[in-house]
């Protein structure tokens, strides 16, 4: 296989941008329209996240570790995305659907790359092609036995803090076994669409997962709207190594920095210190008035409870410092600015380990003082759940360049 001009072309190829994907799926949906219904109405997101996947691919093509590893895992995620047989029966994705869709990979290329889209070119696209199909499949097939290709969660309770944040809670009904600081694909099947979220709390021994949502887009305007007490949601394999390593440097003390909704898998990961032998941690929560502190009451309810390793050698709390902070707010008593100038008050933190996590503006601003302030770089975990994005990619794009990644509110 030359893998240089597979590269090459790939990088002739993305110039055409998201017409090229467009062209991909209509191929696709003219080829095998029983393929259709699998996707959302609205192909926007799936478009670049298609476009990221294979542009990593092509870079990787080369390195049978990381290509197996992405493939697999791609393979395995996959496995909640289902077919229809003839009979409009949901089967799951079988080797039949990776030729469709290779045929119109194939067929694409071929069109923008015109007379560069020589037989040998061809020849080695659909070899490469093939081998990530194959590992995507085998990828699936492993995953069979360690996990089901979906979750099926109740809703347990919901809770209207705000106008237009939800807290609600969900019961799966295997047990999903995550890291606190990592997130899940979730669909309403009314809406047919999935998007990330992060649990707001470390594992519990019944298998319940606390959600945080504020009303941005259709799909948490659904769930902050429409969501109620019974009703059915879909969970995806867990994804996410950057927040759920806060672990690393078990001995440093631990910054935590939430902006909004971000705040949730901050809060989960703050649960796992409190049921270890604890860990000096400082919570930060920031918003622009009280009334963006929607958590606040369970944040100092765990503030208040002692480390359960200690607890149970007679030891006390202490270990976490609450920080709620507000930029305008009458009569308030906490701290005054935004998360990034009361993290910064509060240091130095050269030698803590920092997670920060919240929206794109605040996510940057924050790193932008921390880095101000002396903290290295890779001492900062930042995860991003933008909509358009694949998260194993932005994990990739964040370890090569930790200071220029962000986490998009949830
Ligand atoms: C080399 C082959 C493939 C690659 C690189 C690929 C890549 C991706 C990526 C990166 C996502 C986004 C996942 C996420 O955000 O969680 C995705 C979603 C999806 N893929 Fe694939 N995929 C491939 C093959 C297939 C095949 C064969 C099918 C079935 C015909 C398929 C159907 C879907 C569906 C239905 C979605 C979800 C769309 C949505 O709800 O937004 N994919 N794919």
Same mark, same amino acid.
């Given at each position: 296989?030359?893998?240089?001009?597979?590269?090459?072309?790939?990088a002739?190829?993305s110039m055409? #941008?998201?017409?090229?994907?467009?062209?991909?799926?209509?191929? @696709?949906?003219?080829?095998?329209?029983?393929?259709?219904?699998?996707?959302?109405?609205?192909?926007?997101?799936?478009?670049?996240?298609?476009?990221a996947a294979?542009?990593?691919?092509?870079?990787?093509?080369?390195?049978? !570790?990381e290509?197996t +590893?992405?493939?697999?895992?791609l393979g395995?995620?996959?496995? !909640?995305?289902?077919?229809?047989?003839?009979?409009?029966?949901? $089967?799951?994705?079988?080797?039949?659907?990776y030729?469709?869709?290779?045929?119109?990979?194939?067929?694409?290329?071929e069109?923008?790359?015109?007379?560069?889209?020589?037989?040998?070119? !061809?020849a080695?696209?659909?070899?490469? &092609?093939?081998?990530? /199909?194959?590992?995507?499949?085998?990828?699936?097939?492993? +995953?069979?036995?360690?996990?089901?290709? &979906?979750?099926?969660?109740?809703v347990?309770? =919901?809770?209207?803090?705000?106008?237009?944040?939800?807290?609600?809670?969900?019961?799966?009904n &295997?047990?999903?076994d995550?890291? *606190?600081?990592?997130?899940?694909?979730?669909?309403v099947?009314a809406?047919?669409?999935?998007?990330y979220l992060?649990? %707001?709390?470390?594992?519990?021994?019944d298998?319940?997962?606390?959600?945080? $949502?504020?009303?941005?887009?259709?799909?948490?305007?659904?769930?902050?709207?429409?969501?109620?007490?019974?009703?059915?949601?879909?969970l995806?394999l867990?994804?996410g =190594?950057?927040?759920?390593?806060?672990?690393?440097?078990?001995?440093?003390p631990?910054?935590?920095?939430?902006?909004?909704?971000?705040l949730?898998?901050?809060r989960?990961?703050?649960?796992?210190?409190?049921?270890?032998?604890?860990?000096?941690?400082?919570l $930060? $929560?920031?918003?622009?008035?009280?009334?963006?502190?929607?958590?606040?009451? %369970? @944040?100092?309810?765990?503030?208040?409870?002692?480390?359960?390793? /200690?607890?149970q050698?007679?030891?006390?709390?202490?270990?976490?410092?609450?920080?709620?902070?507000?930029?305008? #707010?009458?009569?308030?008593?906490?701290?005054v600015g935004?998360?990034?100038?009361a993290?910064?008050?509060?240091?130095?933190?050269?030698d /803590?380990?920092?997670?920060?996590?919240?929206?794109?503006?605040?996510?940057? +601003?924050?790193?932008? %003082?921390?880095?101000?302030?002396g903290? %290295?770089?890779?001492?900062?975990?930042?995860?991003?759940?933008?909509?358009?994005?694949?998260?194993?990619?932005?994990? +990739?794009?964040?370890?090569?360049? *930790?200071?220029?990644?962000?986490m998009g509110?949830?």
């Open positions: 296989m030359d893998v240089a001009a597979l590269r090459q072309s790939w002739q190829f055409a #941008g998201p017409e090229a994907a467009k062209y991909f799926y209509a191929t @696709l949906f003219l080829i095998a329209p029983e393929t259709r219904s699998m996707f959302p109405t609205n192909m926007q997101y799936q478009q670049d996240k298609l476009l294979l542009g990593h691919i092509i870079t990787h093509v080369d390195d049978e !570790r290509l +590893a992405f493939a697999q895992r395995a995620d996959h496995r !909640r995305f289902r077919g229809e047989d003839r009979q409009g029966r949901s $089967v799951p994705l079988a080797e039949w659907h030729i469709w869709v290779g045929q119109a990979l194939l067929s694409t290329l069109r923008f790359l015109g007379p560069r889209w020589t037989p040998a070119l !061809r080695d696209w659909a070899t490469a &092609y093939e081998t990530v /199909a194959r590992m995507m499949l085998t990828g699936a097939a492993e +995953a069979e036995r360690t996990s089901p290709p &979906y979750w099926e969660a109740e347990l309770a =919901t809770q209207r803090r705000r106008a237009d944040v939800c807290v609600f809670t969900v019961r799966p &295997y047990l999903c995550y890291l *606190p600081g990592q997130s899940l694909p979730v669909q099947p809406l047919r669409t999935w998007r992060s649990p %707001a709390n470390a594992p519990r021994p298998g319940t997962m606390e959600f945080h $949502v504020r009303a941005a887009g259709r799909f948490s305007t659904h769930l902050v709207r429409k969501l109620q007490v019974g009703d059915q949601l879909l995806g867990p994804v =190594t950057a927040l759920s390593s806060f672990n690393r440097s078990p001995q440093l631990l910054l935590l920095v939430a902006g909004g909704t971000g949730a898998p901050l989960a990961v703050a649960e796992a210190v409190q049921q270890g032998p604890g860990r000096p941690t400082t $930060v $929560v920031g918003g622009k008035t009280p009334d963006d502190l929607y958590d606040d009451r %369970a @944040l100092r309810e765990l503030a208040a409870m002692p480390p359960a390793g /200690a607890w050698s007679g030891g006390g709390g202490g270990w976490l410092r609450y920080v709620p902070t507000v930029e305008t #707010g009458w009569q308030w008593q906490g701290a935004t998360a990034a100038d993290a910064v008050r509060l240091g130095p933190w050269r /803590a380990e920092v997670l920060v996590c919240g929206s794109p503006e605040m996510t940057q +601003a924050t790193l932008s %003082a921390l880095a101000a302030s903290v %290295a770089p890779d001492r900062i975990l930042v995860e991003s759940y933008d909509h358009s994005l694949y998260p194993p990619l932005v994990n +990739a794009a964040a370890s090569a360049s *930790p200071d220029v990644t962000w509110a949830q």
